[in-house]
């Protein structure tokens, strides 16, 4: 696996330090049979540092496969890391290098839906299952029905 590394000494002097690289998802150490990865994924990013605090932006779009909520077949989701960035104080880095692969993992990790359903969310065994399933409401009203809402019929902003 290519190392996502960052070092710091290169970016005293207000440089910006740019990666894009293909990498394996080994390094999240998932062995899951109901969860599974993209073999290869990109990954582009950008570090540098702001006063005390090295700054880490970084995009990347991951496939993960997780099994249908009906019927149990393996169905794609794509997880994409649009900008996120990640602001980590230049106290808590030891030595010169850092190493960013646990903020990339735990940020795919905390897309991984929970649910997921084949061919869209129309399984074709959701026939199946309907009987169990309960019914969407189709009255989107009904839902606030019931609440009361203290302030709605003042408006405090009328002598501003």
Partial sequence: MKELHIYIDRLKTGQIEKISESISSDFLEIDE????FDKIFKIEAEAYLANDHLIIQFTLNINAFIPCSICNAMTKNTLKVDNTCFSIPLSEVKGAVFDFTDEV???ILNLVPSFSECNQGNCPDRSLVKKYLK???KDESSKTK???FPFAGDNFFIEL
């Fill in 33 to 36: 049979q109901d969860l599974a």
């Fill in 105 to 107: 993992r735990s940020t």
């Fill in 135 to 137: 019914n969407p409401a």
């Fill in 146 to 148: 019931d609440v009361y």
